[in-house]
């Protein structure tokens, strides 16, 4: 019996492996910040347009069905107005008075991120649309602010910089559509999805104590070729 199912294990496997598909994918991300002050302030936040590259690998279930996972780096920016009467209830001594009354910052948060989508496909070859859904773990590598106000002739003795900081996990999901072209051993694809955590990407600090959250919600759109062997 072991030894019949060592057989058959190793006469599926090939199988399995034929029927996979890799792939690569660039795009774009149009995200819709979302800046929380712990103040009743009313803050204006800048949607930024970003690079994005995922690795694809797809393994088949069976007829239309699929499960893909999408390693995808990801970068996030944004900037936001803050009033400095806002920052000036946290400085731990007053502002300079030629300080200016909304100073902008950018935010950059970059991201690796695992999409664990299922896949339903339109039929089972030539041209085919698909829909996709599933979890997103977003671990997040890096997280940067810069001041972009220029403060020039301030003769501040307080740095100004307010930073970011981000939660090293944070679950999400994305859900979207797209269409696969084959062109022999290759198909060219393309989609578009919204992609959301599930909590706040960060927090944001001045002089040690928090200002707001900051989070994200994104549409994404993708092109690339898929490899099926």
Excluded: C
């Excluded at 008075?97 to 089972?124: D, N």
């Excluded at 970011?164 to 996990?169: K, S």
Aim: glycine letters at 6%; charged letters at 15%; proline letters at 7%.
């Amino acid at each position: 019996m072991q030894l019949r199912t060592l057989l058959t294990t190793a006469l599926l496997f090939p199988t399995i492996l034929w029927a996979q598909a890799s792939g690569i994918k660039i795009g774009a991300t149009i995200p819709s910040w979302k800046y929380v002050a712990d103040s009743s302030a009313n803050l204006r936040t800048d949607d930024l347009a970003n690079f994005t590259l995922a690795a694809v690998q797809e393994f088949p279930l069976g007829g239309i069905v699929a499960i893909q996972v999408e390693p995808t780096y990801s970068l996030r920016t944004t900037t936001t107005d803050i009033p400095q009467s806002i920052i000036a209830q946290y400085a731990p001594d007053s502002l300079p008075p030629a300080t200016p009354p909304t100073l902008q910052f950018e935010h950059q948060i970059t991201s690796l991120e695992i999409p664990i989508l299922l896949k339903i496909f339109t039929g089972t070859s030539g041209i085919r649309a698909y829909l996709f859904g599933g979890p997103n773990v977003r671990i997040q590598l890096s997280a940067k602010t810069s001041l972009r106000t220029d403060t020039t002739g301030m003769n501040s003795s307080i740095p100004l910089d307010v930073k970011p900081n981000a939660h090293t996990a944070v679950a999400g999901a994305d859900i979207g559509a797209g269409l696969e072209i084959p062109l022999g051993f290759l198909s060219l694809v393309a989609d578009a999805r919204y992609t959301f955590p599930l909590a706040d990407m960060s927090t944001l600090e001045a002089f040690g104590k928090r200002l707001g959250t900051l989070n994200s919600n994104d549409i994404r759109i993708f092109a690339g070729v898929m490899f099926r062997w």
